[in-house]
């Protein structure tokens, strides 16, 4: 009966969508067979009752369908005789027995319901129901993307394993500056629509890979830039590459490991770029150099005198 789908629910058929979706919640935490171990036959037989109610009357269009027909899409679909449209041509008594009516249409038919079939719907909309389309489901995965790749954009492909069996080999375009765990939709990707209904998508969550010498912070671009301790002490000038290009970088004399420079627009999408300086030492000291560096620097007490706990 048309009234059936809510009564299981336990609501009126004038409820609401949320009012739906909150009674088919509640009873399925308190059917479903794995918190009903004591009687899991009963529950699974209760819980498939209200799946299936819920999948009708939870959707627009299906119960839409239900409200005017008494049944589901689904229903309305089977052959052989299913659901509440079985009619019987030969023998017996009614109107359909042998050489008293044939029906010419389906608008014959419902016209013996009165007034055009069922509930006044038109052949039409009966056809349109049996036939019922629904769209296929969204997929989520996840691609792992250079560094780069993710500051300047460009295309890559992706290889998807998919649902229906087979892979396919997709072109997508990653757009610039995208951050890591934002998700890019790819329409159509997803499971195929049912009796024409339209294709579901695919989200992917893009995941970016660390660079050794540059990190992003919103739209700042950050480097870690290494000199030598001959650039550190009399100050140079070091080509650092950008997104929009190569820079030249004036190094001032006597900086040290930790020193900040910025340079104006060369970001992220018109943020700035700084360089953090780090000064290496050499790996290959001569005894000629150990002594020059014994006669330079700050004395280690007077360099530490500020450093205390209180």
């Given amino acids: 009966m048309s009234g059936e789908y809510y009564q299981t629910l336990g609501v009126s058929n004038t409820a609401t969508k949320e009012e739906i979706a909150s009674a088919y919640r509640r009873l399925a935490r308190k059917y479903h067979p794995d918190l009903n171990q004591g009687n899991p036959k009963e529950a699974k037989e209760k819980f498939q009752k209200i799946q299936e109610a819920y999948d009708t ?3 627009d269009e299906k119960r839409k369908v239900y409200d005017q027909f008494g049944v589901s899409p689904e229903q309305m679909g089977n052959g052989g005789g299913q659901g509440p449209f079985q009619w019987s041509f030969g023998g017996g008594g009614g109107p359909f027995r042998k050489g008293n009516f044939r029906p010419e249409n389906l608008d014959d038919i419902l016209s013996m319901f009165g007034g055009g079939g069922f509930g006044g719907a038109s052949t039409e909309d009966f056809i349109n129901a049996g036939r019922y389309s629904s769209k ?5 995965e996840s691609i792992t993307i250079p560094f780069v790749l993710a500051i300047t954009g460009g295309k890559t492909e992706i290889h998807l ?5 087979g892979e396919e080999t997709v072109s997508i375009k990653i757009p610039a500056g995208i951050e890591d765990g934002k998700k890019i939709r790819l329409p159509g990707l997803g499971t195929r629509g049912h009796n024409g209904g339209k294709n579901g998508h695919l989200f992917l969550t893009v995941r970016v890979e660390d660079h050794p010498y540059y990190a992003r912070q919103g739209n700042r671009l950050y480097v870690n830039l290494p000199i030598t301790l001959k650039e550190a002490v009399f100050g140079t000038k070091v080509d650092v590459p950008t997104p929009k290009g190569s820079v030249s970088l004036s190094i001032p004399p006597n900086s040290t490991t930790g020193t900040k420079l910025r340079v104006k627009n060369h970001g992220i999408s018109g943020g700035d770029l700084f360089a953090e300086l780090s000064v290496m030492l050499p790996r290959d000291w001569t ?3 150990k002594k020059l560096l ?3 620097g700050t004395e280690p007490e007077k360099l530490r005198s500020g450093l205390h706990w209180n």
């Fill in 57 to 59: 009357v939870g959707n």
């Fill in 136 to 140: 296929g489901r969204d997929l989520e």
């Fill in 161 to 165: 394993r998919r649902p229906e069996g």
């Fill in 287 to 289: 005894e000629e150099d």
């Fill in 294 to 296: 014994e006669k330079i």
